[in-house]
């Protein structure tokens, strides 16, 4: 037995254990192998030149020597996640070794990871794959399986995220082709979100347990097999402690690429995805700082003023420079197209930035935003650039598996990347490809065929309130809990055929896009403005508020001083996902303001409570939501119970559909 460790702690404190262990079982403690070396490095050993024994030297060139001669027929580990992101004017050779960067006679690794995904369209989603434990799950199957060839086994404990996430496709189908046996076992464990599951670690990450096993006989296909473990820490090792390979499991079919948990034969799978729908999604802006995102403007207005006020050596520190964003940065301009931008550092106490905009900061939440590039790590240029009275920013989860309430929700302006539910990825799909509304984030030849098939006119307007009619409300969530929960992925639609119920659902559509975008778009003829709700203001807010509290038997809403009502307990329970919406909303606006701080700028404040306007919209937009989910759950019943188009009768997005548009 063989052990690497890279980092000196564990490696000491494993020395010590291991030898502990040796000793209470009788055994000469020279049996211990634990080496102080990058396992995944593959590089000859070198010879020291120094005249005194160097023992870390030493153990390098040990390991070396048994990367190089010896065959490991079992790996096993409980690798590092850590996705690496390079920093703007980072030079530096990356993490990976072989894997990433090959050996002498051997190509880097990865490639056998990223060709498959190409081949299959998905190369946009290979930066996901340089991850450590994509690495680690690598190199391992290349010493058990493949140096020299022959069997062997692997067993890895990682993040789950290889079992559906379409960026770890490329995991998927190194294992179907590496072992004749693979199990999994699922062991759950998300924190965040929707569907939060005590973890076996104390991590937020879910986690999985895979076993690959390659016999070394000819066979024409691998078998794969899947358990999942339910309930908390203790049971799920309590299960572990009695499990064995005979463990009753479940066939997971499929090759390649495919998703490594079973699916179940329900009929919703039957159905195009919303990515089959509108095949652009994108991920919403980052700014990797918080003080640019602010609840009013003359906030952000006050902010920039007081960092390009001090002198440029202090403006660093105010900025938090990030590898991409410093006060020496020149980014092209966000919001049109021009020179590149002056550096922070050398901006007058005069200039301006280029502009402070509504900003979709979570579901239910707008904000505003400095729109600058010069304060914006990845702010999406694409997203800016299509932005117009016309464009609808719809956001969803499709790499996690989504929860209760709607499990689709929209935005007028340019949303964060973690709009939906506090958190998110390339889950963003405008409705248009284009500012002037011309070229619709649809699959070429869609529209027609759901022409032809229903028999009524449609255009993009019409069939996003379709969607919505279906999707943003809790009906579809309740109703289909159980498929949700199966799987991360893009959420399955039922297309009627029926014109008249495809008409009433944009009916309903319309009218909950209305809500939901302020009154911003899909006013009906002659009433641009949004009805009043029933939440009154019974007393005023005097100062600023640092708490809130809900009080149920009298349906009252507490803020500060101020105190209004009703309101009612669906209303204060209304999640996204796990985002209690109204929780959120009025966390941000508290004295002190909910989340973490990236400057000093973050400490200025808005002086005074300005928001009770804006608190009873919200309230009301959440209760006209709840009052139409019953209708919405009704018509939802009445379509998935009718005529159906199936995904396979409507056109494929291609990959050049796939990718933002050219600016």
Same mark, same amino acid.
């Not at 958190?423 to 027609?448: C, F, H, I, S, W």
């Given at each position: 037995?063989?052990?690497?460790?890279?980092?000196?702690?564990?490696?000491?404190? =494993?020395?010590?254990?291991?030898?502990?262990?040796?000793?209470?079982?009788?055994?000469?403690?020279? !049996?211990?192998?634990?080496?102080?070396?990058?396992?995944?490095?593959?590089?000859?050993?070198?010879? !020291?030149?120094?005249?005194?024994? @160097?023992?870390?030297?030493?153990?390098?060139?040990?390991?070396?020597?048994?990367?190089?001669?010896?065959?490991?027929?079992?790996?096993?580990?409980?690798?590092?996640?850590?996705?690496?992101?390079?920093?703007?004017?980072?030079?530096?050779?990356?993490?990976?070794?072989?894997?990433?960067?090959?050996?002498?006679?051997?190509?880097?690794?990865?490639?056998?990871?990223?060709?498959?995904?190409?081949?299959?369209?998905?190369?946009?989603?290979?930066?996901?794959?340089?991850?450590?434990?994509?690495?680690?799950?690598?190199?391992?199957?290349?010493?058990?399986?493949?140096?020299?060839?022959?069997?062997?086994?692997?067993?890895?404990?990682?993040?789950?995220?290889?079992?559906?996430?379409?960026?770890?496709?490329?995991?998927?189908?190194?294992?179907?082709?590496?072992?004749?046996?693979?199990?999994?076992? $699922?062991?759950?464990?998300?924190?965040?979100?929707?569907?939060?599951?005590?973890?076996?670690?104390?991590?937020?990450?879910?986690?999985?347990?895979?076993?690959?096993?390659?016999?070394?006989?000819?066979?024409?296909?691998?078998?794969?097999?899947?358990?999942?473990?339910?309930?908390?820490?203790?049971?799920?090792?309590?299960?572990?402690?009695?499990?064995?390979?005979?463990?009753?499991?479940?066939?997971?079919?499929?090759?390649?690429?495919?998703?490594?948990?079973?699916?179940?034969?329900?009929?919703?799978?039957?159905?195009?995805?919303?990515?089959?729908?509108?095949?652009?999604?994108?991920? /919403?802006?980052?700014?990797?700082?918080?003080?640019?995102?602010?609840?009013?403007?003359?906030?952000?207005?006050?902010?920039?003023?007081?960092?390009?006020?001090?002198?440029?050596?202090?403006?660093?520190?105010?900025?938090?420079? %990030?590898?991409?964003?410093?006060?020496?940065?020149?980014?092209?301009?966000?919001?049109?197209?021009?020179?590149?931008?002056?550096?922070?550092?050398?901006?007058?106490?005069? $200039?301006?930035?280029?502009?402070?905009?509504?900003?979709?900061?979570?579901?239910?939440?707008?904000?505003?935003?400095?729109?600058?590039?010069?304060?914006?790590?990845?702010?999406?240029?694409?997203?800016?650039?299509?932005?117009?009275?016309?464009?609808?920013?719809?956001?969803?989860? %499709?790499?996690?598996?989504?929860?209760?309430?709607?499990?689709?929700?929209?935005?007028?302006?340019?949303?964060?990347?973690?709009?939906?539910?506090?958190?998110?990825?390339?889950?963003?799909?405008?409705?248009?490809? @284009?500012?002037?509304?011309?070229?619709?984030?649809?699959?070429?030849?869609?529209?027609?065929?759901?022409?032809?098939?229903?028999?009524?006119?449609?255009?993009?307007?019409?069939?996003?309130?379709?969607?919505?009619?279906?999707?943003?409300?809790?009906?579809?969530? @309740?109703?289909?809990?159980?498929?949700? =929960?199966?799987?991360?992925?893009?959420?399955?639609?039922?297309?009627?055929?029926?014109?008249?119920?495809?008409?009433?659902?944009?009916?309903?559509?319309?009218?909950?896009?209305?809500?939901?975008?302020? /009154?911003?778009?899909?006013?009906?003829?002659?009433?641009?403005?949004?009805?009043?709700?029933?939440?009154?203001?019974?007393?005023?807010?005097?100062?600023?508020? @640092?708490?809130?509290?809900?009080?149920?038997?009298?349906?009252?809403?507490?803020?500060?001083?101020?105190?209004?009502?009703?309101?009612?307990?669906?209303?204060?329970?209304?999640?996204?996902?796990?985002?209690?919406?109204?929780?959120?909303?009025?966390?941000?606006?508290?004295?002190?303001?909910?989340?973490?701080?990236?400057?000093?700028?973050?400490?200025?404040?808005?002086?005074?409570?300005?928001?009770?306007?804006?608190?009873?919209?919200?309230?009301?937009?959440?209760?006209? %939501?709840?009052?139409?989910?019953?209708?919405?759950?009704?018509?939802?019943?009445?379509?998935? %119970?009718?005529?159906?188009?199936?995904?396979?009768?409507?056109?494929?997005?291609?990959?050049?559909?796939?990718?933002?548009?050219?600016?």
């Amino acid at each position: 037995m063989h052990a690497f460790e890279l980092m000196l702690a564990p490696y000491t404190i =494993a020395h010590l254990k291991l030898a502990l262990r040796l000793r209470d079982e009788g055994l000469p403690s020279e !049996s211990a192998q634990i080496l102080l070396t990058d396992t995944l490095d593959h590089e000859p050993p070198q010879l !020291s030149l120094q005249l005194m024994a @160097d023992p870390v030297a030493a153990e390098g060139r040990r390991a070396s020597e048994l990367k190089q001669k010896e065959r490991f027929t079992v790996v096993i580990g409980n690798p590092p996640y850590d996705r690496e992101q390079r920093a703007e004017g980072d030079t530096g050779r990356r993490k990976g070794g072989v894997v990433r960067h090959g050996a002498a006679g051997f190509e880097p690794l990865i490639k056998d990871l990223t060709k498959p995904m190409k081949d299959a369209g998905l190369g946009l989603h290979i930066k996901n794959l340089y991850n450590d434990y994509v690495y680690f799950w690598r190199w391992a199957v290349w010493q058990a399986t493949q140096l020299p060839p022959g069997p062997g086994i692997v067993v890895f404990i990682t993040a789950s995220s290889f079992l559906d996430g379409i960026s770890m496709a490329g995991v998927r189908s190194l294992l179907r082709e590496a072992f004749d046996e693979l199990l999994i076992v $699922d062991l759950g464990g998300e924190g965040r979100g929707a569907l939060i599951e005590e973890n076996v670690f104390e991590i937020r990450t879910p986690v999985a347990i895979a076993l690959g096993v390659k016999t070394g006989i000819n066979s024409t296909s691998g078998t794969a097999r899947y358990i999942r473990l339910s309930g908390d820490r203790a049971s799920k090792y309590e299960q572990l402690e009695h499990m064995s390979l005979s463990h009753e499991s479940i066939p997971i079919p499929g090759d390649g690429l495919d998703l490594l948990i079973p699916r179940s034969r329900a009929a919703y799978w039957a159905w195009p995805s919303l990515t089959h729908l509108l095949p652009w999604s994108y991920s /919403g802006a980052q700014f990797k700082r918080t003080w640019p995102i602010g609840s009013t403007r003359a906030v952000l207005n006050q902010r920039w003023k007081n960092l390009v006020s001090q002198v440029p050596r202090d403006r660093a520190s105010l900025l938090r420079e %990030t590898g991409f964003r410093t006060t020496r940065t020149t980014p092209l301009p966000l919001l049109g197209p021009g020179p590149h931008l002056l550096p922070i550092g050398n901006l007058d106490r005069e $200039d301006n930035p280029e502009g402070i905009k509504p900003y979709g900061y979570r579901s239910f939440d707008r904000q505003w935003v400095i729109a600058d590039n010069r304060v914006a790590d990845r702010p999406r240029p694409h997203l800016w650039a299509v932005r117009s009275k016309n464009q609808l920013f719809l956001t969803t989860l %499709t790499s996690a598996k989504l929860g209760r309430g709607p499990v689709l929700t929209v935005s007028p302006y340019v949303p964060d990347m973690h709009h939906f539910s506090s958190r998110g990825a390339k889950d963003v799909m405008p409705l248009y490809r @284009d500012r002037a509304a011309r070229e619709p984030n649809l699959t070429q030849g869609l529209l027609e065929t759901l022409i032809e098939r229903i028999g009524t006119p449609i255009d993009p307007h019409e069939l996003v309130a379709y969607l919505h009619a279906l999707l943003g409300t809790s009906a579809f969530s @309740d109703r289909f809990a159980d498929e949700l =929960a199966e799987m991360a992925g893009p959420v399955h639609i039922p297309m009627t055929s029926n014109p008249d119920l495809f008409g009433r659902a944009v009916a309903l559509g319309r009218e909950l896009l209305w809500y939901h975008t302020w /009154g911003e778009r899909f006013q009906p003829a002659g009433n641009p403005n949004l009805p009043e709700g029933s939440t009154l203001q019974l007393s005023a807010i005097h100062g600023y508020p @640092d708490k809130f509290r809900y009080i149920p038997v009298k349906q009252i809403l507490e803020v500060g001083t101020g105190r209004f009502g009703p309101v009612s307990q669906e209303v204060w329970d209304f999640e996204v996902s796990g985002l209690k919406v109204l929780h959120s909303w009025l966390g941000y606006r508290m004295a002190k303001g909910k989340g973490r701080k990236s400057s000093p700028l973050d400490d200025i404040r808005p002086a005074r409570w300005v928001f009770t306007e804006e608190m009873l919209r919200v309230i009301t937009v959440l209760q006209h %939501t709840i009052d139409v989910t019953p209708a919405a759950a009704q018509l939802l019943e009445e379509i998935v %119970t009718g005529p159906l188009i199936p995904a396979a009768d409507l056109p494929t997005p291609t990959e050049a559909e796939r990718k933002p548009p050219k600016s």
